[in-house]
């Protein structure tokens, strides 16, 4: 269903603009003429395309109608109250399609929503827990969501940090580190290794910015152009996941949120096979998503789901033994929450370490990158002046 502008004429002959959803501009046409409006204009919306659905947008549209509708607000009733709102054209999307008998569910997807959000809604619209099923879907997006701000905000600073120091570099080299070249040349001074290497690097960028540019851009043109191989990315995917077994910081990155997402959709009554088919996307690597549809294929032979994740090299031996007492138990849910938990929680550790660590890194490094500087310009200054004071 799209979106369609139009402009009209009424009865009493003023024209009326306004904005119809439907399958085809002959649909708009019908309805309009079946109204007694006169046609002048029936343009589809160009500005309109799938909406961008963050972790923001899915918290912010599932909380707000999870509340009306746990508040006995009916759906119908709930998308007209909403689409005067932030959100206004996605909820009068959804209102037109609910009219045409679709699912929430159904509307939702055809909008671009992600799928595990949809994979939940479905859950609760088939046991009639629609309301609840939406606030659920909220508080974990809303969970991701800080999870990520809290990585963001851990590095923000450190990076404003590399900038302003690469800036501070760059002014050197390029104005004022030539300024004392011409001093060493007037007064004949043999220059060390260290100095005349900043003298040429500064006289090179100065004389030849562009050339330096392209050779930038070139380098990193065909970084870019490599890791887009198939063969090449496959193999720096496969390196990271073999990392993400070895340290335990890399395991807390890759297996935080995917444990969660498991044990969120196996609650709400789907399988193990169809929440591994949905989840293959949200690895972020070639190479996991590979591993996950293998065990997708074990699982359907008949594995288990502890043998089909070690057999093809997904998690580790923690991970491995919460499942299996899971599944022996008939806990796999809450075995799966106690892991999400566990590494959400090592994550938080190192998260904090490393924003205590990373500002005295960079500070460290700026300052013996100063220290550079000035030894390289001085240095030679120094030992000029010593000479002549011997003479």
Not at 12 to 29: I, P, R
Not at 176 to 189: A, N
Request: charged share 20%; glycine share 8%.
């Amino acid at each position: 269903m799209e979106a369609y502008e139009y402009v009209v004429k009424n009865e009493n002959n003023e024209t009326v603009k306004g904005l119809m959803w439907a399958d085809s501009e002959q649909e708009v046409g019908t309805r309009l003429k079946r109204d007694g409006y006169k046609i002048y204009k029936i343009t589809l919306q160009v500005n309109k395309n799938k909406h961008k659905w963050d972790h923001t947008m899915v918290v912010d549209v599932t909380y707000q109608l999870g509340l009306l509708i746990e508040s006995g607000v009916p759906l119908r009733r709930a998308l007209q109250l909403l689409c005067n709102g932030k959100r206004g054209l996605l909820y009068t999307a959804l209102y037109e399609s609910i009219e045409r008998g679709q699912t929430l569910s159904q509307a939702l997807r055809s909008e671009g929503c992600p799928a595990i959000a949809l994979a939940l809604l479905e859950s609760g619209e088939a046991a009639g827990t629609l309301g609840e099923s939406l606030q659920y879907i909220s508080r974990h997006y809303d969970w991701e969501r800080q999870l990520r701000q809290k990585v963001i905000s851990a590095i923000s600073y450190p990076l404003f940090l590399l900038v302003l120091m690469n800036i501070f570099f760059l002014v050197t080299i390029l104005f004022i580190i030539p300024s004392f070249e011409k001093v060493f040349t007037t007064m004949h001074i043999t220059l060390p290794l260290m100095t005349r290497a900043l003298f040429a690097l500064g006289q090179g960028l100065k004389s030849h910015p562009i050339l330096v540019f392209i050779m930038q851009c070139v380098g990193i043109g065909a970084l870019v152009f490599a890791y887009h191989q198939h063969s090449i990315k496959r193999k720096v995917h496969r390196w990271l996941w073999l990392l993400a077994h070895r340290y335990q910081w890399m395991t807390c990155i890759y297996y935080t949120s995917m444990l969660k997402v498991w044990a969120l959709l196996l609650d709400s009554g789907i399988s193990i096979i169809h929440t591994m088919n949905i989840t293959r996307p949200l690895w972020g690597n070639m190479y996991g998503a590979e591993c996950s549809e293998k065990v997708e294929a074990k699982l359907l032979t008949g594995h288990s789901f502890e043998e089909s994740l070690r057999t093809e090299n997904i998690g580790n031996s923690f991970i491995w033994q919460m499942i299996s007492i899971g599944e022996e138990s008939g806990e796999l849910v809450k075995m799966l929450h106690h892991c999400g938990y566990y590494y959400e929680s090592i994550l938080s550790k190192y998260i904090a370490r490393l924003e205590r660590l990373l500002e005295p890194i960079l500070l460290t490094v700026m300052g013996i990158g100063v220290a550079v500087l000035v030894v390289s310009v001085m240095y030679p200054l120094f030992t000029s002046i010593a000479k002549l004071g011997g003479q």
